[in-house]
Every structure is written in C-alpha cells, then in structure tokens.
C-alpha cells in the first residue's frame, strides 16, 4: 500500500469547514430497489455495476462520513492481535514490554482516540480560552499550541489539555474523564455578547501519537520532516489519500514525538503506513504504565480536588504574568505566601501497594500512593 503526504497551506477544511457552506458528497450504491426497475434499467445497472449519486449536503463542520467498513481501523486491529475493550480502547497488543522498551531506544505508536477532543470556534475564542484556563493564549499565533489547565475558582486541578491554534478554531486534547465535563462548564460561561462555540468533536476524530527517539525518522520518511525540530506545539495540515490530517510536534507526555489528529477514515492506513516504518504499537495499559514513569497525571487518580494546580508540579502550563483568569488570585496567593506544602513525586517502592493508600516512614504520612 502506497501513502501519498500531500502539505496543504490553509487549514485542514474539517476543522475549519465554514458552518453554512454546502458540501458535496458523491456516494456510490447499490440501488436498495433494483428488482423492481425496469430491464432496460436493469441491464445498464449491470454494465455500470455501481451508481455514482451526487447529493448536496449542509453537515454541521465536524458531520464526517463514517469509514468504509471494510477500511475500520479497530478491524485492522484485531486482526493484528490488538485486544480491544468493549469501550473501543485498545488495551493491549500484548507487547507491553517490548512497546515500553523502544519508548528508550526506538519509536511506538499509540491510539489514544479514547481521548476527548474540543473544537472551540467563533471570534471570541482566543480571549475565553485565556479567561478561562492558565495558559497565555493571547501570545499564540495560528500554528502554535501549548498545555493549559483547566481548574476550579480556587485552582484545584480538573484537567491539562493540548491545545492547537489553527486558522479558525481552537482544538483542544483532554483526558477521556473530562471531556463531557470540561464541554459544559465552558458553555456555561459563554455570556449572551461572547461570540464562542463548543463542540465535542471526539467521535469524529481520530487520535495516535509517536513516542521515542526515532519518531522524527518515521516523520521524514513519509515526508512530513517539515515539523521535525519544531517547537512544542507548532502544528501543520495535510492531506493523506486525500484525506485531512493535523500533525502537532509534542505527544501529551512530553515535548518530543509527534501528535496526529485525523478522520476517522484515513486512521488504518495512517497506523499502517506508520507501521511500516518499524514503529511498534503499544495499547492503553503500556500507555498508562509509561504515562507514570513520565510523571503525567491524569484526573481521578493524581489529579483531584484535594491538590492544586502547582502541587500536581504543573508550573510549565500555567501562565505567572497575564491577567485575571479563572483560579489565578489563588495561585498567586500560593505564589506570594509560599503556600505550597505537598508535590507530586514519583518513588520507586521495594513492595507493590495498594492504590489509593498512604505511605508512612517512622508513622508518619509521607505521601499517597495513587497507582
């Protein structure tokens, strides 16, 4: 199978697909009533085998047609040996080893389509976002991204999310527990003037990431070395067999590797192609294993509202000089006052524990254990 990488200049038309413009979609089918048609009718079906129809459209921007089915990703696999939840998450392709291995010396791939995607949309949406979360919005350009938190009045941490800035919309990456959350508190502060718009765009996605010191040589073999030593976040658009792709420098768990956001229907020949240059797969438990290793938290286990957003150690996504936004007297009442008591840390224990219980040196209370 031959991939072809076309770059295009404006943004992928998915992401930014104006909201009334029709679009044109052009099916072929089997006609559902053909014994009843007449012979004549009958026998130029036979000689056309399939009929092309035409038919005008007005989607709303993220209404992609589903995959072929015979081009599912999650079929593709399966039958390579994935085993899939029944949420859809592929959990393991019982490599864990061998995946977090070339994390050190090689490159994998991971599906985190799991993962919740945000489209914010409208005039007002650099602005909201930098009201509304702890990053410096207002200092990006289109084609830039970075981290921001999403946190409660008084900076308890909800999420970190990836953000990527394109020509008309911001598309944020969350954790899979918050997406649905994180979507209505920010339809809950759009205020009747804002012109803002939220949409969960999860299900019309997909979502992999490159990890490991040789993802930058899978990017230049299939022609996309454009974002190779880029800086974090920097983010370009192409087209994969005709299909839109967003590629983003930074992986959720560090700045190197890569980030892909696709349709649906071009992810198993994306993942194939990657495949094809040596990177190994690796599933959600190598995922979740790696993740701690990288000191990423993650909401539910070391993200809750018992720790703020400097004791989860999240200074590099929070903004110290722009102005107010949400949770920020707080952090700079901890800032000022040298309020911050307790971090997240990770430790190497001589016995497995319990998640969830605490770990005592002499009977005190030194730290949780989360995981």
């Known amino acids: 199978m031959t991939t072809t990488v076309v770059p295009v200049a404006a943004a992928a038309t998915w992401l930014n697909h104006p909201p009334n413009q029709a679009l044109t979609w052009r099916l072929s089918v089997l006609p559902r009533n053909a014994a009843f048609l007449s012979h004549h009718h009958l026998m130029k079906e036979k000689k056309k085998k399939l009929m092309s129809w035409s038919i005008g459209a007005q989607p709303s921007p993220f209404d992609l047609s589903p995959p072929p089915i015979d081009h599912d990703f999650l079929d593709t696999v399966k039958t390579a040996g994935g085993e899939i939840s029944g949420e859809g998450i592929i959990?393991?392709?019982?490599?864990?080893?061998?995946?977090?291995?070339?994390?050190?010396?090689?490159v994998v791939v991971v599906d985190l389509?799991?993962?919740?995607?945000?489209?914010?949309?409208g005039e007002d949406r650099i602005q909201f976002l930098h009201n509304q979360s702890t990053a410096n919005f207002e200092s990006l350009h289109e084609g830039q991204g970075c981290d921001t938190v999403f946190v409660t009045p008084t900076a308890r941490t909800i999420d970190i999310a990836h953000a990527w800035l394109m020509k008309n919309a911001i598309t944020l990456v969350v954790s899979p527990e918050?997406?649905?959350?994180?979507t209505e508190m920010l339809n809950k502060y759009i205020f009747f003037?804002?012109?803002?718009?939220?949409?969960?765009?999860?299900?019309?996605?997909?979502?992999?990431?490159?990890?490991?010191?040789?993802?930058?040589?899978?990017?230049?073999?299939?022609?996309?070395?454009?974002?190779v030593g880029k800086p974090y976040g920097t983010h370009l658009h192409f087209n994969v067999d005709k299909q839109p792709i967003t590629i983003g420098v930074g992986n959720i768990i560090s700045e190197d590797g890569f980030s892909l956001l696709m349709s649906p229907a071009a992810a198993a020949s994306i993942w194939k192609a990657i495949l094809s240059q040596g990177a190994i797969p690796m599933?959600?438990?190598?995922?979740?294993?790696?993740?701690?290793?990288?000191?990423?938290?993650?909401?539910?286990?070391?993200?809750?509202?018992?720790?703020?957003?400097?004791?989860?150690?999240?200074?590099?996504?929070v903004s110290l000089n722009k102005g107010c936004y949400k949770g920020q007297e707080t952090i700079s009442r901890l800032i000022t006052y040298?309020?911050?008591?307790?971090?997240?840390?990770?430790?190497?224990?001589?016995?497995?524990?319990e998640p969830g219980s605490i770990i005592t040196v002499d009977g005190k209370k030194v730290l949780y254990n989360f995981f």
């Not at 389509?113 to 949309?121: E, M």
């Not at 918050?178 to 994180?182: E, F, G, K, N, P």
């Not at 804002?194 to 230049?220: A, C, H, N, R, Y």
């Open 283 to 317: 599933g959600s438990n190598a995922w979740n294993k790696l993740r701690i290793i990288r000191g990423r938290p993650t909401p539910g286990m070391e993200l809750t509202n018992e720790f703020n957003v400097l004791e989860a150690c999240l200074w590099n996504s």
């Open 91 to 106: 959990e393991t392709f019982h490599n864990d080893d061998e995946a977090l291995a070339a994390v050190d010396n090689g």
């Open 338 to 353: 040298d309020g911050i008591k307790q971090r997240l840390w990770g430790f190497h224990l001589s016995a497995a524990a």
């Open 113 to 121: 389509s799991h993962f919740g995607r945000i489209r914010v949309s």
């Open 178 to 182: 918050t997406c649905t959350t994180i």
């Open 193 to 227: 003037a804002d012109k803002v718009e939220i949409q969960d765009i999860t299900k019309q996605t997909s979502f992999f990431v490159l990890v490991g010191p040789k993802s930058g040589q899978v990017m230049e073999n299939l022609n996309l070395g454009d974002l």
